[in-house]
């Protein structure tokens, strides 16, 4: 089984085979259909009972799907990755190790080897340094997909990154997703909570204004990780990695709730079955790939797993030392979404 290792376990060598990768796909065309299917996937999804607003909802963002989507999408892209160097994992990139740096721009994410760092000022913030650098010629961006070069602008849109507190809202959350399955702040849940939807109107813990989580560091890094064509820069794809580890280990410490402490309507893997608009159920495609959102829950089962994360062990103590609510020891009767979890056993 795969594992894909966090930034700063990487070798060299991997360091180097990950961007050679990356630059192969770049060079046969393959990796401006990943920006494509982003950009394609971010049309309002179609239900006549809400906004034709891809603001409001879309087949991979803003509601369920946005978890198992981007899992997918990863697996297509590290499938692609692969076929160029068969070593190649996808690494993650733990932010909540930055935040917590004098100086998160100096992090190894950022060296000339590695990503390169942030945009030149004068150059309209173009990135200037390392491999995905406008003046080395090797990564152009098509003008329609916010081209022609990668800019960064490290912490001008949000200052800040999340940090280990703010994780552990999230891993705190009993429930994947609770009607009506959107976007709003008052939304609880796993998921619009790790999307970084409840802000501080929403919740009196949340310690920063603005946007949260996932939606925070793509604001912080800035420039081409902020619009509909965010896969331009390959940042993306590490953070959407460690996105999806936070995911596979909440899975695992609710499943392990429910093992042990019998919470009888928490943790499904995933909700809701039916009932929500097209893309966003159970039994729905991932378009446009074949998988279906139950096919995606489980990663034992689809060849990879992660490396222990250095503040895993942290984010967890955190998440278990915030109460649970009152009414989640009551019983599914309490709550509509505990009515018919879905367990991927």
């Not at 982003?38 to 799907?65: K, L, Q």
Request: some cysteine; proline content about 10%; overall charge negative.
């Amino acid at each position: 089984m795969a594992i894909r290792k966090e930034i700063r376990s990487l070798s060299a060598e991997e360091r180097k085979a990950l961007v050679d990768g990356f630059l192969a796909l770049k060079k046969q065309g393959r990796y401006d259909e990943y920006v494509h299917w982003h950009h394609a996937v971010m049309v309002p999804t179609v239900d006549p009972t809400e906004p034709p607003n891809p603001d409001y909802r879309n087949g991979a963002h803003r509601g369920p799907s946005f978890l198992p989507w981007h899992r997918e999408f990863l697996m297509q892209v590290e499938a692609d990755l692969q076929k160029v160097n068969s070593s190649i994992t996808i690494p993650f990139w733990d932010w909540t190790i930055d935040s917590s740096l004098p100086d998160p721009y100096k992090s190894p994410l950022w060296s000339t080897d590695f990503m390169g760092g942030n945009g030149v000022e004068s150059d309209d913030w173009k990135v200037g340094t390392g491999p995905f650098a406008y003046a080395g010629g090797n990564w152009l961006i098509p003008i329609p997909h916010d081209g022609p070069a990668l800019v960064r602008r490290f912490g001008f849109t949000i200052p800040t990154l999340p940090t280990a507190d703010d994780v552990a809202l999230a891993m705190a959350e009993a429930f994947y997703d609770v009607p009506p399955y959107n976007s709003g702040p008052f939304t609880l849940g796993f998921r619009n909570r790790l999307e970084g939807w409840i802000t501080p109107r929403g919740d009196a813990r949340v310690k920063f204004p603005g946007s949260q989580l996932h939606n925070r560091v793509h604001l912080w890094v800035g420039g081409s990780m902020m619009p509909m064509t965010s896969p331009n820069d390959p940042i993306f794809f590490l953070h959407h990695c460690y996105i999806d580890k936070l995911w596979a280990d909440w899975q695992t410490k609710q499943d392990s709730n429910w093992k042990e402490n019998g919470y009888p309507g928490a943790a499904p893997r995933y909700n809701p079955v039916s009932g929500a608009p097209q893309g966003h159920n159970l039994q729905d495609i991932l378009k446009p790939w074949e998988h279906t959102i139950k096919d995606v829950l489980d990663i034992s089962t689809l060849g990879y797993s992660y490396e222990k994360g250095t503040n895993q062990d942290l984010i967890f103590a955190l998440a278990d030392a915030l109460k649970p609510p009152s009414w989640l020891a009551q019983g599914p009767s309490s709550f509509t979404p505990a009515r018919s979890p879905f367990w991927a056993d």
